[in-house]
């Protein structure tokens, strides 16, 4: 496991049995590893989240991730392995991997003794159990589920939409990119129409786009990962682990590609604004 997690798990068990601690009951730890904790921003207190965590991290990643790891179980274990996961998970692994036959009914522990050996054969460094991260104004991302998490991102590139179509006159164009929208999407591009863009990027340029829908849904997907891995620059980064990891592999790396461990002045506090905004808007469409 890598220090700066080693520190927060370190931090967490302070928090629940030694709130109050200072360098003094640090002096027996190096120097590096005693400032690690005492730097650390976790609030958590739940130290029982060691227990279950395997379980659960194993449980929340999109299957795409556990492929390779499934892979590397021999073949007559894989079934098992496969069938350890949660049914969401073992039925797209089972096709994907063409398992054929059922798989078979395991208990509750074995369960959990799969999860930890897949766990520690992936060794994902950078995770950890949620109740361990900083507090985020953003955590209701790592609560989505992939296929919310991917029209989060669609609607957030409305943002993008707004700004190209103030500038398109041709009516037939503009018919056709409101074709492509959903219901919900042009809903909220009405509301992106009438907020102020104070963010220079380069805009979307519809005059190239060869009019089919699935071109148009790829042009505004990319860019709305784009927005995504921009507005969580400052994020930890076990937080950033856990949004990419809600999603597959490739949707999960492109965004993991725009994250860095700082802020981008001028560029990240108004994407954050944009995701409140938007966060505001899917409220009020759930509270209908």
Request: charged content about 20%.
């Amino acid at each position: 496991m890598a220090v700066k997690n080693s520190s927060t798990i370190f931090k967490t068990l302070l928090n629940q049995f030694h709130p109050s601690v200072d360098v003094k009951m640090l002096k027996c730890l190096p120097n590096e590893e005693a400032s690690a904790i005492l730097e650390d921003p976790t609030t958590g207190q739940d130290a029982l989240s060691l227990l279950s965590w395997p379980q659960q991290l194993i449980g929340r990643v999109h299957y795409s991730w556990l492929t390779p790891v499934i892979n590397n179980v021999s073949s007559i274990l894989r079934p098992s392995a496969i069938a350890a996961l949660p049914e969401h998970q073992s039925s797209k692994l089972k096709t994907h991997l063409k398992i054929s036959g059922p798989l078979p009914d395991l208990a509750n522990p074995i369960k959990q003794f799969w999860a930890g050996l897949l766990f520690r054969q992936w060794a994902p460094e950078e995770t950890l159990p949620l109740s361990y991260l900083p507090s985020s104004k953003l955590s209701p991302l790592l609560q989505m589920k992939k296929e919310e998490l991917v029209e989060f991102i669609d609607l957030l590139a409305m943002n993008d939409v707004a700004d190209a179509v103030k500038h398109i006159v041709d009516k037939k164009r503009l018919t056709a990119i409101y074709t492509c929208l959903t219901v919900r999407q042009q809903q909220y591009l009405r509301v992106c129409m009438h907020q102020k863009n104070k963010m220079t990027i380069p805009q979307l340029d519809f005059d190239k786009w060869d009019g089919k829908a699935n071109s148009f849904k790829q042009i505004v997907h990319q860019r709305g990962m784009l927005r995504l891995g921009k507005a969580i620059c400052g994020q930890s980064r076990a937080f950033t682990w856990h949004l990419t990891h809600i999603l597959d592999t490739g949707r999960g790396k492109v965004i993991a590609s725009y994250y860095q461990e700082v802020e981008i002045p001028g560029v990240t506090a108004i994407l954050i604004q944009q995701i409140f905004s938007l966060f505001n808007f899917l409220k009020q469409k759930s509270d209908v």
